[in-house]
């Protein structure tokens, strides 16, 4: 009888054990989930041109149209096709003008068909920064944040 009171305490401690390890590999299938959902958006508007205003100091913050945070010095930043599907997830998009206004003498490496003659250009920086948070229906919440340089013509 002691065995069997022993044995069914070990089966109930095993079935604990692996309830709890199943409900930590969805935490980590959504984080992940949410990781690449946020690494998406930030590429898709780094590869928009008209998501970085050159007219802007340091500090100067583009948002999503839709955004009205104080924070936000212009709202001219469209939300890329990878934001459509993501109703269960709250977004927080910025784009923010970086110290130095103008970094000189960027050495910046072109493709063979637009290759030019200097080895290095004026240049802008940029951060991409990328919220998602599903933490209010039990999802993966992540930040990312992205450097980006954007040449600058030499005659604006």
Known sequence: MV???LLSLV???????????????????????????AQAIAAE????????????????TNCP?????P??????LRLPSSANDLEEFALSLRVTRQD?????????RESEDAVSSS???DAAIF?????????????GSARIVQGIAVRVPAFR
Not at 52 to 60: I, K
Not at 65 to 69: K, N, S
């Open 45 to 60: 508007v780094s590869l928009n041109p008209g998501s970085f205003s050159l007219a802007g100091g340091v500090g100067d």
């Open 65 to 69: 149209e839709e955004d009205e945070a």
């Open 11 to 37: 089966a109930a401690t095993v079935l604990q054990s692996a309830i709890f390890q199943l409900h930590m590999a969805g935490n980590d299938q959504f984080l992940e989930e949410a990781i690449y959902r």
């Open 3 to 5: 065995f069997i009171l």
């Open 119 to 121: 080895n290095s250009f």
């Open 100 to 108: 130095p206004l103008l970094l000189k003498g960027f050495p910046f």
């Open 71 to 76: 924070e936000c010095h212009r709202n001219h």
């Open 127 to 139: 951060e991409i920064d990328v919220r998602l948070n599903g933490s209010g229906v039990r999802l």
